[in-house]
């Protein structure tokens, strides 16, 4: 009796060891030695100020500086107020910003902004053809070079458009006018519907992003693109910053937009970890 207990005891204990040494190995996969150094660190955001671009429509940014100054106790305090639309400058949109029973920002878990970024590019066209949509084609193109698209990626289309001319309005959304009489005029480069359709459909993809104020091309009247991302539940990004330095695959992109509640988009801070 006393050997059948002791024979149990150890393999209990052999058993025990196994699982704590594959979480402490899980564990330790998953926190790294040491933070990255800056070299491999690639900030894609503008900063936010009075140049940032916003669709014509909205709100832009304003900073409201209170207090730059030594207070009447003899320190230095410095506050500002700041007020801006959900949509300009580097930013995310919600699928409830063109899907009746889409997530709100702060529905959208943490770990869904995280993953790795292909980028497509086709700023040559858009040189030629400012108008110029991305097709299944180039994304077949793409796959010809480097394999499928992997599974929960985020797909970026690198028009140039934004590398050359931001914040230049004029240059980049085709107008230096606001409001509604601006929207006839917009002219930039998006994601098609059909490679939309494609995307979400064909491959697993996490979302769509790219260097310009829409993922919908300037000349869009029905946003087909917003419709068909969000109905299928994937994220956007608009106006990404230092997409002509992200290669073409193996960056890992963090995504972190400000947790707005019920927000149907939302100013981020987007970085990429380079290969």
């Known amino acids: 009796m006393a050997m059948n207990n002791f024979r149990v005891f150890k393999k209990c204990t052999l058993l025990s060891f196994a699982i704590t040494l594959f979480l402490f190995c899980k564990v330790s996969a998953m926190v790294p030695e040491r933070a990255p150094d ?12 009075e140049k940032t671009i916003y669709w014509p429509t909205a709100e832009p940014f304003v900073l409201a500086k209170l ?55 086709v700023a040559s066209k858009c ?11 180039d994304i077949k193109e793409w796959e010809k070079k480097y394999g499928r698209l992997p599974d929960n990626v985020w797909v970026l289309m690198y028009t140039g458009i934004d590398t050359k001319y931001y914040p230049d309005r004029k240059k980049v959304l085709g107008t230096a006018k606001t409001g509604k009489e601006a929207l006839p005029e917009l002219s930039f480069p998006g994601f098609s519907a059909e490679v939309a359709e494609f995307l979400v459909k064909e491959r ?4 769509i992003g790219l260097d310009t104020p829409s993922i919908d091309h300037g000349k869009s009247k029905d946003f087909q693109v917003h419709r068909i ?11 990404i910053a230092n997409l002509d330095k992200l290669p073409e695959k193996g960056a890992m992109l963090y995504v972190m937009p400000m947790l707005i509640k019920d927000g149907t988009g939302s100013p981020a801070r987007i970085f990429a970890l380079l290969p």
């Not at 800056?38 to 100020?49: H, P, Q, S």
């Not at 040189?127 to 084609?137: A, C, F, G, K, M």
């Open 38 to 49: 800056a070299g491999k660190l690639l900030d894609m955001t503008y900063a936010f100020d």
């Open 67 to 121: 207090d730059w100054k030594v207070s009447q106790g003899g320190w230095w305090y410095a506050s500002n107020n700041y007020g801006a639309s959900e949509h300009g400058g580097t930013h995310v949109d919600a699928p409830v910003h063109f899907a009746e029973k889409g997530r709100t920002i702060d529905q959208i878990p943490l770990n869904e902004w995280i993953g790795e970024a292909v980028k497509i590019d």
């Open 127 to 137: 040189s030629i053809n400012r108008d110029y949509q991305l097709t299944v084609n």
């Open 204 to 207: 697993n993809i996490k979302g």
């Open 229 to 239: 991302c969000f109905a299928a539940n994937k994220l956007a990004i608009e106006n």
